[in-house]
């Protein structure tokens, strides 16, 4: 809740993952987009050179989901990138990650479970991230505008 006071003037937040993560960085990117009325877009870190480093300012913090797997060291990687650009950056990684804290700017910890189940948790703490933004914001969280609930009887 206080980190979410720190960046919830923002206009722009962008989101990144690798792997299973990734589609979770998009997940992160949507709620924010839809409670939180900042603009959010959901990127693979893998990616970040072939155009979203271009978008990256001092006003445009990145939340990046670093659980430790195998690309656990490119996502460092990744996050160095951001941070040398000048984003501030919030990552999402395991409690007792001492490294994470070396590259970021603030650090959400979850528990440490196994990689495959990682996404469980982290789109919780996405969503209570986005929660907590549109709550500083003052949004109405419950009554999102411009959404309205479809169904669709074929």
Not at 22 to 42: F, N, V
Not at 48 to 56: E, F, I, R, S, V
Not at 75 to 81: F, H, P, Y
Not at 89 to 113: C, H, N, P, S, W
Request: charged content about 25%.
């Amino acid at each position: 809740e206080e980190l979410a006071k720190k960046y919830a003037s923002a206009r722009d937040m962008f989101f990144i993952g690798r792997n299973i993560n990734y589609p979770i960085a998009m997940e992160g990117a949507l709620k924010t987009k839809e409670i939180s009325y900042i603009h959010g877009e959901g990127f693979p870190a893998g990616e970040l050179k072939h155009g979203p480093l271009a978008l990256l300012t001092k006003d445009s913090p990145v939340v990046a989901i670093a659980a430790k797997d195998h690309t656990y060291e490119k996502m460092l990687a990744n996050i160095s990138e951001v941070s040398a650009r000048g984003s501030p950056v919030i990552a999402i990684g395991y409690e007792g990650d001492t490294d994470l804290q070396k590259f970021a700017d603030d650090v959400i910890y979850i528990r440490e479970i196994p990689p495959l189940f990682s996404p469980v948790p982290i789109v919780v703490a996405l969503q209570l991230w986005s929660y907590y933004l549109a709550k500083e914001r003052g949004c109405a969280i419950d009554k999102p505008r411009n959404i309205a609930k479809t169904v669709t009887v074929e």
